[in-house]
Structures are given as C-alpha cells and as structure tokens.
T-cell receptor, first 116, second 117 residues
Framework: GAVVSQHPSWVICKSGTSVKIECRSL??????MFWYRQFPKQSLMLMAT?????????EQGVEKDKFLINHASLTLSTLTVTSAHPEDSSFYIC????????????FGEGSRLTVL | QKEVEQNSGPLSVPEGAIASLNCTYS??????FFWYRQYSGKSPELIMF????GDKEDGRFTAQLNKASQYVSLLIRDSQPSDSATYLC?????????????????FGSGTQLTVLP
C-alpha cells in the first residue's frame, strides 16, 4: 500500500523559534501533498496544497510567511512553522493521494507541536 | 461553499449493537465518498470508500450512498469498544479522477462514537 511517514511525531519548542516537519511518501511518488492542522476536538483544517517543484497553494486565512512549505522532490514535502507562538500549538498532519485513481488520501502519523 | 455535514455526537451505543453514522454533502456533483476513523491523538485511517449508489459492505462495516439525497452513511454492526473513535466523512469534488491525480478531500467535522462495554 501507499505509506506516508511524518517526522517528528512530537516536538516542543520555545516561543519565537522555528520548527520543521517532514512528510515523506515511502513507496510512491507524490506530486501533491496536503497539510492539515487539527486543534483538540475539532476536525481537520486544510492549510495548504503542496505541489512538487512549484509554490504551495494556501487556504484562505493561512499565513504563507508563517507556514513555509517546500516540496523539493516527489517524495518529500516540508512544513516550517516560523517564529512559533503558543497559539500555533496543534496537531499537524500531512497526506497524499496514493498511486491509483481511487482518490483516497493516505495520512502521515501526524506531528504534535507544543510551543511554550 | 461546498460543505460536508455530520452530527458531532457524541453517539453512544452498547457493545454488540449497530452504530449508524450519517453525513450529508452540498456538492451534487461529488464523485467519491470516504469514511475515516480517527482515534484520539492519531491521524485518520481509511475505513471504506464508495462511489456508486447503494450499499457496500466490508466486514462489520457497510457504507450506504444515496446521491439523489446527497447522503452517505456508515453502519457498524456488532459494535466493539475498540470502535470508539471519531468518524470523519470526506467527499471529493465533481470531475473525473485521473490516474494518480490528487484531489482535496472536504471533511466533515466528525462524529464521536463511544461503544459501551
């Protein structure tokens, strides 16, 4: 099957620092990956669509300069939370469509960010 | 705005009962429909997908789709305490799916299910 791996699974950082989260498709090539954020007891909120070799497409209300997305290869997309603040503490999940036309999204394990 | 609506719950059923989860969507041209299960603190995992009107069964799970009513449901038979989780309904937009093409899924807010032992 299609496997998506995310790293780190959890991270704690000080306010004002930057944190990078990696998302890898392990057994398929993903030209497009999606980044979601989920606050406690809420549903998934799409942040941006990451396109290999081009700029990410951000959803309305998501700050491009704060959430930097780089999709430099067909198997790796990164999300960098710059100058993190406590309100950025959340569960960040990446996903990709697998190598078939089912439309199913395969999710990474998620990364829990806590900003102190 | 395209929407996917679910009752947030919580929905509680006794062990062994049938749990019924419902979802409605606003985009009449939606093509594909997915049910994901999400345990607390974990990322979603796919339970089933359905494309055609009618029922689709997989083990204890049955997905039901009615495109005319813009309604999709998930039935869980012989519910187990391990089924306790949040169930997310997701929908793809109108249009053909090319091979390997990526589509954003629109997610509902999820229904929290608790199966009581």
């Amino acid at each position: 099957g299609a496997v998506v791996s995310q790293h780190p699974s959890w991270v704690i950082c000080k306010s004002g620092t930057s944190v990078k989260i990696e998302c890898r498709s392990l057994d398929f090539q993903a030209t497009t990956m999606f980044w979601y954020r989920q606050f406690p007891k809420q549903s998934l909120m799409l942040m941006a669509t990451s396109n290999e070799g081009s700029k990410a497409t951000y959803e309305q209300g998501v700050e491009k300069d704060k959430f930097l997305i780089n999709h430099a290869s067909l198997t790796l997309s990164t999300l960098t939370v710059t100058s993190a603040h406590p309100e950025d503490s959340s569960f960040y999940i990446c996903s990709a469509t697998g190598p078939t036309n089912t439309g199913e999204l395969f999710f990474g394990e998620g990364s829990r960010l806590t900003v102190l | 705005q395209k929407e996917v609506e679910q009752n947030s719950g919580p929905l509680s059923v006794p062990e062994g009962a049938i749990a019924s989860l419902n979802c409605t969507y606003s985009d009449r041209g939606s093509q594909s429909f997915f049910w994901y299960r999400q345990y607390s603190g974990k990322s979603p995992e796919l339970i089933m997908f359905i494309y055609s009107n009618g029922d689709k069964e997989d083990g204890r799970f049955t997905a039901q789709l009615n495109k005319a009513s813009q309604y999709v449901s998930l039935l869980i038979r012989d519910s187990q305490p391990s089924d306790s989780a949040t169930y997310l309904c997701a929908v793809t937009p109108e249009g053909p799916m090319g091979y390997g093409s990526a589509r954003q899924l629109t997610f509902g807010s999820g229904t929290q299910l608790t199966v009581l032992p």
